[in-house]
């Protein structure tokens, strides 16, 4: 038994201002070679809660050979998850309207600050509305097909894109030409009026007849082929914004319950495999739980709420339909993505809006660490950790009263604010999708990466890692926690250490090298059964869960004796034992001894160690073993905690 371990260090980064985000640089292949390769070093990119630094980069850091008693990052990339679309937000009518009203050479440079990978954050996908939504300019809302009340346009003779020809699709194209990997997804906020019960953009209900469902499904087609004769082909569509909310605040909407969705999705279906065979449908596109106001209209409207709304489409028929599921970050938390992709793994998760917001009194600083802070956990993190392949904020651009808007949100604020006198400034939202859309790639594919954060706060460090299509890898990293706080990165027996800012949020990159290959196969623990004496606080079974935000504590203090054992259900064979104690610092076994067995009763010793922080990797010579049991034998008057047992081979 080898233990590998190394004194901790720590790297803080300096406080700079900045007045421009800096080109990312490009990561070069690392060569292969005849002798052992230099571990590379990473690039550090920082932006913190209190504004100081703003995607600054930072003193690159060295990977070096063994491990770290900090809490620590253990980035897997043989353990692969879903592929990127992209990220970004909606380049809504109310968007285009500031932007247009800047000076040609104003407007180019706030286009690249956007859009452009190297001069801006490389914004990498849009959700663009279908029409009207609240953010538009326009004083009255429309739809492409807008007829006098009373008339109908069955076939669409009076359809006209032509309001989006004025300053939308100029922008669009622009923003295809600095990002050519730009993914367009749209989205209706409501059918035109003709073809609703309540005559009328906002609220009420597409008309319950398939002569409807037809017509709706053409529009929604013909939209498709529109945007792509005019340069802006559309990758996915929904069919209706936030179809749960039933009594829209003054703003285009409609309340399309499953059954109506559903019946739209099967008409539309195979007159877009024809017409465009590329552009996939995505349903739902609405919250992670239904909200409780949605709940209680439905309920004053006589309604069923359908709260499993995305599993009931997926459920049936026009699932075939369908690619996957768009969400929305204004009810419930991120879980509800793995829960849904559990459910229906052939399906796909797209993160699709939320919008940052404020309070009446709220001081700019409040706002920014606000919002960076929530997003960073919530959405730059949390959403991709729970399989989305997109992360769209909302705004692009708004004037410095969260306008122009035509009803609903009246507090919504925008990557980007521009001022009357044509200064424009970035928000923090600009930064939490900067910190992905910069540095990780359509194309790439989500890792697996040890992480300790919450997305409802816990005060620790989340994370969340991609491997690049060029071989590279990119790390995002936040802490959650008001104080600064150390911790190590570790990939195949390299490692560095760093020290994040309260509050900060980080990307690491790296290129591909031979040097951090050799990452040993961890061993999925499906089916593993964990005892622990004393009983302690926690199941025990979280120590065997492969989640770093869970844990089993003592709930007393260390004496020799105290263990947690993992029945693995069938003799397995392994070589590295990971103890990983997670990010509550000191909460450590103080000495450790570990012990595996083929029948449960006969144990045999393998390894024993003192311990020196919270993470011990324990190196094996080749052991095939059903138990394993992990024992305290210091003595502190701090509990110890187990979050996580990692098993490899």
Excluded at 117 to 140: C, E, N, W, Y
Aim: aromatic share 8%; proline share 8%; with cysteine.
């Amino acid at each position: 038994m080898r233990r590998r371990a190394l004194a901790a260090a720590a790297v803080t980064a300096a406080a700079l201002g900045l007045t421009c985000v800096p080109a990312a640089p490009t990561v070069a292949q690392t060569p292969a070679a005849d002798h052992p390769q230099q571990a590379p070093t990473a690039s550090v990119w920082v932006t913190t809660a209190d504004g100081t630094e703003h995607l600054r980069q930072q003193a690159p850091v060295a990977f070096h050979p063994g491990a770290s008693d900090l809490t620590t990052i253990t980035v897997d990339p043989g353990q692969r998850y879903q592929s990127v679309d992209g990220f970004g937000g909606a380049l809504t009518d109310s968007s285009a309207a500031v932007l247009g009203s800047l000076p040609a050479a104003d407007r180019d440079a706030a286009m690249r600050q956007l859009f452009d990978p190297r001069q801006g954050i490389g914004v990498s996908f849009l959700r663009q509305p279908v029409g009207s939504s609240d953010f538009t300019a326009s004083p009255t809302h429309y739809t492409y097909d807008d007829v006098p009340a009373g008339q109908t346009d069955f076939g669409l003779e009076h359809f006209s894109i032509a309001h989006d020809e004025q300053q939308i699709l100029p922008l669009l194209r622009q923003a295809e030409r600095l990002n050519p990997q730009l993914t367009v997804m749209a989205t209706p906020w409501s059918p035109p009026a003709w073809m609703k019960d309540s005559d009328s953009l906002v609220g009420g209900h597409l008309k319950d007849d398939p002569k409807i469902y037809q017509a709706y499904a053409r529009y929604l087609v013909k939209f498709v082929q529109a945007y792509a004769a005019a340069g802006v082909p559309v990758d996915y569509l929904t069919v209706q914004n936030e179809p749960q909310n039933r009594k829209p605040n003054a703003y285009p909407g409609t309340d399309l319950p499953v059954q109506q969705e559903a019946a739209v999705i099967e008409a539309l279906g195979p007159l877009l495999h024809k017409a465009s065979p590329h552009t996939k449908i995505l349903a739902y596109d609405h919250n992670w739980t239904t909200h409780p106001d949605d709940i209680k209209t439905a309920q004053q409207l006589g309604e069923d709420p359908q709260t499993d709304y995305p599993y009931e489409v997926l459920d049936g028929p026009a699932a075939k339909w369908i690619a996957g599921t768009a969400y929305h970050c204004y009810s419930g938390d991120p879980s509800a993505q793995t829960a849904l992709h559990d459910a229906h793994p052939d399906k796909g998760i797209w993160f699709t809006e939320c919008s940052g917001s404020h309070g009446a009194t709220d001081t700019p600083p409040q706002i920014f660490r606000g919002t960076l802070t929530w997003h960073a956990r919530t959405i730059t993190v949390g959403t991709t950790r729970n399989w989305a392949k997109s992360v769209a904020d909302w705004n692009l651009a708004l004037d410095p009263q969260g306008g122009p808007h035509n009803g609903g949100c009246d507090t919504c604020s925008a990557f980007l604010t521009v001022a009357p006198d044509h200064t424009v400034t970035t928000n923090a939202e600009y930064y939490t999708i900067g910190h992905l859309s910069k540095f990780v790639q359509p194309g790439a594919v989500r890792i697996a990466s040890t992480n300790y954060g919450t997305t409802g706060w816990n005060g620790q460090i989340t994370d969340v890692a991609f491997t690049n299509p060029d071989g590279s890898t990119a790390l995002v990293v936040h802490n959650e926690n008001d104080d600064p706080r150390s911790f190590a990165v570790a990939v195949g027996g390299q490692s560095f250490t760093y020290t994040l800012p309260g509050g900060a949020l980080a990307t690491f990159t790296w290129p591909k090298s031979g040097a951090l290959a050799g990452t040993p196969h961890q061993i999925p623990l499906t089916g593993a059964t964990a005892t622990a004496s004393p009983a302690g606080q926690g199941s025990p079974q979280l120590a065997a869960d492969d989640d770093g935000t869970t844990r089993w504590t003592s709930g007393a203090a260390q004496t020799p004796g105290q263990y947690v054992q993992l029945d693995l259900g069938r003799a397995t064979s392994f070589r590295q034992v990971a103890i990983d104690s997670g990010d509550n610092l000191g909460d450590y076994a103080r000495g450790w001894q570990l012990s595996v067995s083929d029948d449960g009763t006969h144990w045999r010793t393998a390894a024993s160690g003192t311990g020196t922080g919270q993470l011990t990797t324990v190196d094996l010579p080749p052991t095939r073993a059903r138990y394993l049991r992990i024992t305290q034998t210091g003595s502190a008057g701090n509990w110890w905690s187990l979050a996580d047992l990692r098993l490899y081979r």
